[in-house]
């Protein structure tokens, strides 16, 4: 069993910065893939990034890209999502998520993921 927390989310404006953190308990993160999603008021939850256990490989999607990075520290089992020039429409709640494993074809699809956090709140104002 892994045990997911995000944090870091808030209120920021437009063009602004967060970084938000997924804590990973219950068994050490590595050899775990991760992931964050989002999820808008009304919308499907969507793929934002991802990175694999060693740090390598990450994935991020194409709405984010240059705006968003994605990185993890194996020593402390976290995750962090830095988020860069945000957007109103970047507004949404965020959600760590991961499964065993190296990597996937499929990161980008909720299935894929075994355990998910409880999410956290990032509103951009405009």
């Known amino acids: 069993q892994v045990q997911l927390v995000e944090s870091g989310g808030g209120l920021v404006q437009a063009g602004g910065s967060l970084r938000l953190s997924c804590a990973a308990s219950g068994r050490t993160i590595t050899r775990t893939f991760m992931g964050w999603f989002r999820q808008a008021p009304g919308k499907e939850r969507e793929f934002v990034a991802a990175?694999?256990?060693?740090?390598?490989?990450?994935r991020l999607a194409d709405s984010v890209k240059g705006r968003f990075t994605i990185s993890r520290d194996n020593a402390k089992n976290t995750v962090f999502l830095q988020m860069n020039s945000l957007k109103p429409e970047d507004t949404a709640v965020y959600y760590c998520?991961?499964?065993?494993?190296?990597?996937?074809?499929?990161?980008?699809?909720?299935?894929?993921?075994?355990?998910w956090g409880q999410g956290t709140q990032v509103t951009v104002s405009s």
């Open positions: 998520a991961s499964f065993i494993g190296d990597y996937s074809g499929s990161y980008y699809k909720t299935s894929e993921y075994d355990y």
């Open positions: 990175i694999t256990w060693s740090g390598i490989r990450t």
